[in-house]
C-alpha cells in the first residue's frame, strides 16, 4: 500500500519542488524522498512574494535595495527544525539508510515546477541542475504528480 502524498495543486497542476541552478541537486542528490519533493509548506515558502529577494546574501541586498523579509526567514528556520525532526531515512543514493539532514543552504536555491495532475514525470541532475521531464518514450524512473 503507498502512501497518498500531499500536494499543492493549482489549475489542475501539482507543485514539483526542484533545483534550477548548479550546485547540489535537490531530489536527486540531496534527499530522494518524496514527500519533500511536493511538500505544502515548502510549496508556500517558494511561492511567498519575498523568497527569491531573501536568497540574496547581504552585499547583494545591499547594493540593490532589497529588503530581508525576516517573517519569511522565520518559517524557513521552522520549517529546517520540522523536517529534521521528523527523522527520514533516505531511501536510496550513497547515503542510503542515513537520517536526512536539511540545511539551510538549499532552501532559498529552489523553485516549483508545475505538472499535470496524473502526469508521470524525472528530475534529471547534471551537477546539481536539475530539468523536469514529463513522460515520453525514454526509459527512466518516473514519478506521478
Known amino acids: 500500500m503507498t502512501e497518498e502524498l500531499k500536494k499543492v495543486i493549482k489549475d489542475d497542476e501539482v507543485a514539483v519542488i526542484y533545483h534550477p541552478n548548479f550546485g547540489i541537486g535537490w531530489y536527486t542528490h540531496f534527499c530522494w524522498i518524496k514527500q519533500l519533493l511536493f511538500d505544502p509548506k515548502l510549496v508556500e515558502i517558494i511561492l511567498h512574494p519575498n523568497y527569491k529577494t531573501n536568497r540574496y546574501n547581504d552585499y547583494y541586498r545591499k547594493q540593490h535595495n532589497l529588503k530581508f523579509d525576516e517573517e519569511l526567514h ?72
Open 74 to 145: 522565520k518559517k524557513v528556520k521552522d520549517y529546517i527544525e520540522e523536517v529534521n525532526n521528523r527523522n527520514y531515512i533516505i531511501p536510496y543514493g550513497r547515503m542510503k539508510g542515513n537520517k536526512y539532514t536539511m540545511f539551510y543552504d538549499i532552501i532559498y536555491e529552489l523553485d516549483i515546477y508545475w505538472v499535470p495532475v496524473g502526469e508521470k514525470f524525472t528530475i534529471e541532475n547534471y551537477d546539481g541542475q536539475e530539468t523536469v521531464f514529463i513522460l515520453d518514450d525514454n526509459e527512466f524512473i518516473w514519478v506521478t504528480a
